[in-house]
């Protein structure tokens, strides 16, 4: 777990470990990127987890990898029907697990831009701000706001391309 903290974090991420679930589920998990998970921990398996992860709203598009010693073709497919992008046997390398995260994260950056998420291809949701861009509707936390066509427009453009320069 710390070699591959350590490893990720000379890649350039930002690292947070948990070495059960019940640790990790104490993480405010709906701001991550992407999960690295083992099948096997504590009382709560990997394979719960992750169920928990994909039925959770807030967490369900987060991306997970498992990492395991579970090296049967049945683990695998497993593993990816449970809804995981990419299932690592070990013994890997630090190398193969890198290259994984960036192809997973490369795949998964088209419906992310930065805390941007387009969970639909015509919404973007920006923390607690929903823009629902075929019905011109805006919400916050739920409650609807009344926004003017322009207004909407230019939010909308400012989400799409947030933290660039324009």
């Given at each position: 777990?710390?070699?591959?903290?350590?490893?990720?974090?000379?890649?350039?991420?930002d690292v947070d470990?948990?070495?059960?679930?019940?640790?990790?589920?104490?993480?405010?998990?709906?701001?991550?990127?992407?999960?690295?998970?083992?099948?096997?921990?504590?009382?709560?398996?990997?394979?719960?987890?992750?169920?928990?992860?994909?039925?959770?709203?807030?967490?369900?598009?987060?991306?997970?990898?498992?990492?395991?010693?579970?090296?049967?073709?049945?683990?695998?497919?497993?593993?990816?029907?449970?809804?995981?992008?990419?299932?690592?046997?070990?013994?890997?390398?630090?190398?193969?697990?890198?290259?994984?995260?960036?192809?997973?994260?490369?795949?998964?950056?088209?419906?992310?831009?930065?805390?941007?998420?387009?969970?639909?291809?015509?919404?973007?949701?920006?923390?607690?701000?929903?823009?629902?861009l075929e019905f011109?509707?805006?919400?916050?936390?739920?409650?609807?706001?009344?926004?003017?066509?322009?207004?909407?427009?230019?939010?909308?453009?400012?989400?799409?391309?947030?933290?660039?320069?324009?």
């Open positions: 777990c710390e070699v591959l903290k350590l490893n990720l974090e000379n890649e350039g991420y470990t948990a070495l059960c679930a019940e640790d990790a589920l104490m993480l405010d998990i709906k701001q991550y990127s992407l999960i690295l998970l083992d099948i096997m921990m504590g009382e709560i398996s990997g394979i719960k987890m992750a169920k928990m992860l994909k039925a959770d709203v807030t967490t369900a598009n987060i991306p997970i990898i498992f990492c395991t010693a579970r090296d049967t073709e049945d683990d695998m497919i497993m593993g990816l029907n449970l809804g995981a992008d990419d299932y690592i046997m070990k013994p890997y390398t630090i190398r193969n697990v890198i290259a994984r995260v960036k192809s997973v994260l490369r795949r998964t950056a088209s419906h992310k831009v930065g805390n941007v998420s387009a969970e639909k291809p015509n919404r973007l949701v920006v923390e607690g701000l929903c823009l629902d011109k509707r805006c919400t916050v936390d739920g409650e609807e706001v009344k926004l003017a066509r322009k207004e909407f427009e230019l939010l909308a453009y400012l989400i799409q391309h947030r933290g660039k320069i324009c």
